[in-house]
């Protein structure tokens, strides 16, 4: 079965730094990545996801994942934080032809002014 | 174009008690998904339905749970007798189409549940 580790579950980084939000799974057939992101006291709403064609995807608000076929990874990443990127991100797959998504523990990232 | 609306936000029951949490879709979307969110952990996937139907149920634990999407009306997530492991936040999704995980699922605020 599919499973979805994020390797941190807490990120604090200082604000206008770099940040890297870490995402394996489990399976190398074909799959469905998503990052959603969970602002406190609401619901996940979809920051980016792949599902074919170019393994580099971007978000609007600068947030950007690659897809690594060979290290089963999708790691989020954004060149400068803002305090507003202050949420839960969590890491979501999905095997082709299926509809459940299948979710990490979640990241949770604190910006630092 | 509403998202999707789940009611009511919070809920406390009793040990015992029915708790009946409820989630319309996005206008246009005829499939539902289910998900649960235990404190400190991922959402886990309990149940996709269509209307009238469902499709999946492959995460619902076996007693107490039961989900339904009838014709007209919200999509219902009942929990008969609940105990006190039923604390959780209860996620609704919805998609317009459903045939692969290419129709983006759009999340609801959740259902926070507490049994007291």
């Known amino acids: 079965a599919q499973s979805v580790t994020q390797l941190d579950s807490q990120v604090p980084v200082f604000e206008e730094a770099p940040v890297e939000l870490r995402c394996n799974y489990s399976s190398s057939v074909s799959v469905y990545l998503f990052w959603y992101v969970q602002y406190p006291n609401q619901g996940l709403q979809l920051l980016l996801k792949y599902l074919s064609g170019s393994t580099l995807v971007e978000s609007i608000n600068g947030f950007e994942a690659e897809f690594n076929k060979s290290q089963t990874s999708f790691h989020l990443r954004k060149p400068s934080v803002h305090i507003s990127d202050t949420a839960e991100y969590f890491c979501?797959?999905?095997?082709?032809?299926?509809?459940?998504?299948?979710f990490g523990q979640g990241t949770r990232l604190t910006i630092n002014p | 174009n509403a998202g999707v609306m789940q009611n009511p936000r919070h809920l406390v029951r009793r040990r015992g008690q029915e708790a009946r949490l409820r989630c319309s879709p996005m206008k246009g979307h005829s499939h539902v998904y289910w998900y649960r969110q235990l404190p400190e952990e991922g959402l886990k996937f309990m149940v996709y339905l269509q209307k009238e139907n469902i499709i999946d149920e492959s995460g619902m634990p076996k007693e107490r749970f039961s989900a339904e999407f009838p014709k007209e009306g919200p999509s219902i997530l009942r929990i008969q007798q609940v105990v006190r492991g039923d604390s959780a936040a209860y996620f609704c999704a919805s998609s317009p189409i459903g045939t692969g995980v290419e129709e983006t699922q759009y999340f609801g605020p959740g259902t926070r549940l507490l049994v007291l």
């Open positions: 979501a797959v999905s095997d082709r032809g299926a509809q459940k998504l299948v």
